[in-house]
């Protein structure tokens, strides 16, 4: 309550002060005309409000990256034929891996998160 008091007597102090130093029409136009809805207007319309803490749920969103798989490629020959038709094969390339990578991909996840309580004014 005295909190309240306090500002009503702050707030009438600065109208008296601008009504003084300032011109008559910007007084009006800024200030309501009376003393009692000068201090109507400068009272906090409500008390503050404590709010507790509590848990919320936030969706995020979170990238995967893509995973990373071998395959076998086996051994290339090819036929070729000799002298007196003798056919024999030649290697072109030896088996091997070969590595592919998938691409990332995104997906939402929801979690709680702890939100602190606060005062609202």
């Known amino acids: ?8 007597r702050v707030c009438s102090l600065a109208l008296a002060m601008h009504a003084c130093f300032a011109t008559p029409a910007s007084a009006q136009v800024i200030f309501p005309q009376t003393l009692s809805s000068a201090r ?3 009272v906090p ?11 919320e749920t936030v969706q995020e ?4 990256p893509g995973i990373s798989y071998q395959t076998w490629v086996p051994a ?3 036929t070729h034929y000799g002298l007196f038709g003798l ?5 072109i390339s030896p088996g091997h891996y070969v590595t592919h ?3 990332d991909r995104y997906e939402y996840r929801s979690r709680r ?3 602190a309580g606060h005062y609202s004014y």
């Open 45 to 55: 319309s409500h008390a503050p409000r404590y709010t507790p803490g509590h848990y």
């Open 101 to 103: 990578r998938a691409p």
């Open 40 to 42: 109507r207007a400068c």
């Open 61 to 64: 969103r979170v990238r995967i």
């Open 76 to 78: 290339q020959y090819r």
């Open 113 to 115: 998160v702890w939100v």
């Open 87 to 91: 056919r024999y094969r030649r290697l």
């Open 1 to 8: 309550m005295n909190i309240i008091r306090n500002s009503v």
